[in-house]
């Protein structure tokens, strides 16, 4: 039971990923690699913050998302003069030097050994204590996550960004401020990943930079292209299928590290595969193997 | 200390170059990035390190066998993704993201394969070291940096002399200008890809003898190369081979003055300053991709 209480825990953390970095590569069609960068910006900021910052998980999670929200601002500021595949680019250099500064700041982030004992989150009076508290914590910030996006890209804003994704300059020709709307759209993305960074590191109470890598983007990729991009429940139904799927091959008789590598190649895979016969995924609306305008 | 430096330089430019230069030729041709690269680079470290501890090959058949592994890993990868996703006209974000998944695939293949852990390629040789204005080479690495060279010299060769070579940079300026004078784009999408991969089996051929043997050692050459090929500006070769030259000695010099844990932080973070201050790279030459 705890172990299915573990799993759904993980699929929900995935889920916040792969429908933040949908919000800015489906919507708006900025392809960010630099996910997981920021995934770790916020467990690193709760780490760092929780011993020491008064107000409890709340407000810790809130400075999180802010700070990592800002570095995403900066992120997305490229992007008005960089495109497409250029802009994965810059955003896989953001990745590796993001990846280093967690290794080798050893004196804030510990390098990588990583950190541990990272408080418990403390709501109120509420202390999270059982995996099913932690369950209940990560189902309301993945409700929020899917609210808010649902929000944003059900009226107006989800149709201009659409619109940017299709003929940036056209928008632009309407009078719209696409640079305003990339650049907050990247800085949205960018905290809701850093929400799901903190919660993370307050379930396992422990991060190391492996869990923050480039690899751990693609996998976020992954699950965004398989669910389908430009929608909310694409991502999430892909994350869950990414997730739920190299764990059912534990029961299998597999050693850990045979899952790891399986885990990582159906990664791989899903994204080669994808790409060749259903580009836009189980159920999306925007098929990134179309040639852009 | 100055010579030093430069041979140290020189050692990872062998393979960074070759690997480089590669890249930057399957860039010009299909205008993608071709991320499983650095998984052909990954083969051509375990062929040579299988066929000379595992089987007991010869040295030298085993190199020349790493290189058509590595090159038939490229062909297959150019026929089975990148000729299919052409076909059906897909973008070139598309051949990135489905590069990056083969990359992704064939690494933790090979993990699968052989384990994680780190090997090496021992060859029991007694070349001894050479001295050359006061910087100390081991044999090998001599041997290595003379190679990488020639491969270079005999790419340029290709590309300047061959008809191949011509259809190449025909196909690399206008592609679809290259269709119409009667150029079978396919056939040279599959020759590049070859040549590109030959190249990188050599490189990881290099760096297996040089460094280690693992699933992951392509991927840091494989982003150093990234940032090679578009400050070297993009279809130019002579321009990756000066660039990933720099970069190299850009690297020792960090190692030297701070220490070798941020390397690629700051190759990176060059390379982002230089996208968004200079998009066209650092050689004068337009790049008509380059929306804006």
């Not at chain 1, 709340?58 to 800002?70: D, R």
């Not at chain 2, 041979?7 to 890249?23: P, Q």
């Not at chain 2, 990148?82 to 695939?105: E, H, K, Q, V």
Request: one cysteine or more; charged letters at 10%.
């Amino acid at each position: 039971m705890d172990y299915l209480l573990h799993v759904l825990i993980l699929i929900g953390i995935y889920i916040i990923l792969a429908v933040s970095l949908d919000l800015m590569a489906g919507y708006a069609g900025m392809l960010s690699l630099a996910q997981a960068a920021f995934f770790g910006i916020g467990a690193y900021s709760f780490a760092l913050m929780s011993n020491r910052v008064a107000g409890g998980f709340l407000v810790v999670i809130g400075c999180a998302a802010a700070f990592s929200g800002m570095v995403g601002a900066c992120v997305g500021y490229p992007s008005l003069r960089i495109r497409t595949e250029y802009f994965a680019i810059t955003t896989l250099g953001v990745q590796v030097v993001l990846s280093s500064l967690f290794n080798n700041c050893v004196s804030l982030t510990g390098g990588p050994m990583g950190m541990t004992n990272i408080p418990a989150p403390i709501i109120g009076r509420w202390v999270a204590s059982s995996k099913l508290s932690y369950l209940i914590l990560t189902a309301v910030a993945v409700g929020l996550v899917i609210a808010v996006s649902r929000l944003l890209v059900c009226r107006y804003t989800g149709r201009v960004l659409r619109a940017i994704r299709e003929d940036e300059v056209f928008t632009e020709s309407l009078g719209i401020n696409v640079a305003g709307y990339k650049i907050t759209i990247s800085a949205i993305s960018a905290s809701m990943a850093a929400v799901a960074g903190c919660i993370y590191a307050a379930y396992f109470s422990f991060i190391d930079p492996s869990s923050f890598s480039l690899t751990e983007s693609v996998a976020i990729v992954s699950a965004v292209i398989l669910g389908g991009a430009g929608s909310v429940f694409g991502p999430a139904l892909g994350a869950a299928l990414l997730i739920s799927i190299p764990e059912a091959l534990r029961f299998v008789g597999l050693t850990t590290a045979t899952v790891a590598n399986l885990r990582q190649i159906l990664y791989g895979s899903v994204l080669v595969i994808l790409m060749l016969v259903r580009p836009r995924g189980l159920v999306g609306q925007f098929d990134f193997g179309r040639k852009a305008r | 200390m100055i010579s030093q430096l430069v041979a140290n330089a020189l050692i990872t430019w062998s393979y960074l170059a070759l690997l480089s230069v590669g890249f930057g030729l399957i860039y010009a041709c299909g205008r993608f990035f071709h991320f499983a690269h650095g998984a052909v680079f990954t083969v051509g470290g375990y062929a040579a390190f299988c066929l000379v501890h595992t089987l007991g090959v010869p040295p030298l058949v085993a190199f020349g066998a790493a290189l058509v592994a590595a090159a038939f890993v490229g062909a297959l990868l150019e026929q089975c993704v990148y000729r299919p996703l052409r076909n059906r006209g897909a973008s070139d974000l598309a051949m990135l993201i489905a590069s990056m998944g083969a990359y992704i695939a064939i690494q933790h293949s090979l993990a699968l394969a052989f384990g994680e852990d780190t090997k090496r390629i021992d060859l029991r040789s007694s070349i001894s070291s050479v001295s050359v204005l006061g910087a100390r080479l081991t044999g090998g690495q001599a041997i290595a940096i003379v190679t990488a060279a020639a491969a270079l010299c005999a790419v340029l060769a290709i590309l300047d002399v061959t008809r191949f070579g011509k259809a190449l940079r025909a196909v690399a300026n206008d592609s679809d200008l290259a269709r119409v004078v009667g150029i079978d784009r396919a056939r040279i999408h599959l020759l590049v890809g070859v040549l590109g991969s030959v190249l990188a089996g050599l490189a990881g051929v290099i760096f297996a003898l040089d460094v280690k043997v693992a699933p992951s050692m392509g991927m840091n050459p494989l982003l150093l190369c990234v940032v090679a090929v578009i400050v070297g500006g993009i279809g130019s070769p002579v321009g990756t081979i000066g660039s990933s030259f720099l970069i190299c000695l850009l690297q020792q010099v960090i190692v030297w003055f701070l220490s070798s844990e941020w390397q690629d932080a700051i190759v990176y973070a060059i390379l982002l300053v230089l996208l968004i201050v200079k998009p066209e790279g650092l050689a004068r030459r337009r790049v008509r991709r380059w929306a804006v």
